[in-house]
């Protein structure tokens, strides 16, 4: 069965640190896709960053690059230069081939930055 | 990306009745989805909206407790029905968008007192 997993539940940060989010995942299907979200105190999910299983190189998107290691089935999200708006929950998430829509959420880590 | 609005943004219910919540995209998209997203947890799909077929429920989500309606490509509605105060959540509506990325509404924040 497939699953994501995040085992920092939370985890605090210096202001302009880079900071590293953990995701480990499991499938036994060769096409998938995996997702980081943010989640703000007001509830909304943001879309920050995808990566498919046959892409090459890591994906990036501004501040954010996820660290994709395909044989470990890791999929860490890193952030340079930590903000205090980068307060937040953020869940790693993978889609379930074949219907790719389809999105399973891990548990989630509260990231807070220190001034 | 695609706007998407979803109402009431928060409700307080009182045990034994119904909601209807609302969602409503700004361009026509052929999926949407309903999470749902119970205090300090993470999001489980309840079900698939397609327009102009029965919703798909998810592993321990029935109809009869969230009837879903799916009436044009741009709105949907989830109803919890008989709520209890295990109801208690944030109910998100979300669409794919034009690559394989969902985007999210800002939910709804359900109280079952």
């Known amino acids: 069965a497939q699953k994501i997993t995040q085992t920092q539940p939370g985890m605090f940060v210096q202001e302009k640190e880079a900071v590293t989010l953990d995701c480990t995942y499991d499938?036994?299907?060769?096409?998938?896709?995996l997702f980081w979200y943010k989640q703000p105190s007001s509830g909304e999910m943001i879309f920050l960053i995808y990566?498919?299983?046959?892409?090459?190189q890591n994906a990036t998107e501004g501040r954010y690059s996820l660290n994709f290691q395909k044989a470990r089935k890791s999929a860490n999200l890193v952030i340079s230069a930590s903000q205090l708006g980068d307060s937040a929950m953020y869940f790693c998430?993978?889609?379930?081939?074949?219907?790719?829509?389809?999105?399973?959420f891990g548990s989630g880590t509260r990231l807070s930055i220190r001034p | 990306s695609a706007v998407i609005s979803q109402k009431p943004s928060r409700d307080i219910c009182q045990r034994g009745t119904s909601l209807t919540i609302q969602c409503q995209v700004d361009?026509?998209?052929?999926?949407m989805f309903w999470y749902r997203q119970q205090p300090g947890q993470s999001l489980t799909l309840i079900a698939t909206?397609?327009?102009?077929?029965?919703?798909?429920?998810e592993s321990g989500f029935v109809i009869d407790k969230f009837p879903i309606s799916r009436p044009n490509l741009t709105f949907s509605t989830l109803t919890v029905s008989n709520m209890s105060p295990e109801d208690s959540s944030i109910y998100l509506c979300?669409?794919?968008?034009?690559?394989?990325?969902?985007?999210f509404g800002p939910g709804t924040r359900l109280t079952v007192t």
């Open positions: 979300s669409v794919t968008g034009t690559g394989i990325e969902q985007y």
């Open positions: 499938t036994s299907d060769p096409s998938y896709g």
């Open positions: 990566q498919g299983s046959y892409d090459q």
């Open positions: 998430a993978m889609s379930l081939p074949p219907q790719a829509s389809k999105i399973i």
């Open positions: 361009s026509q998209v052929t999926m």
């Open positions: 909206a397609n327009q102009g077929s029965e919703a798909t429920y």
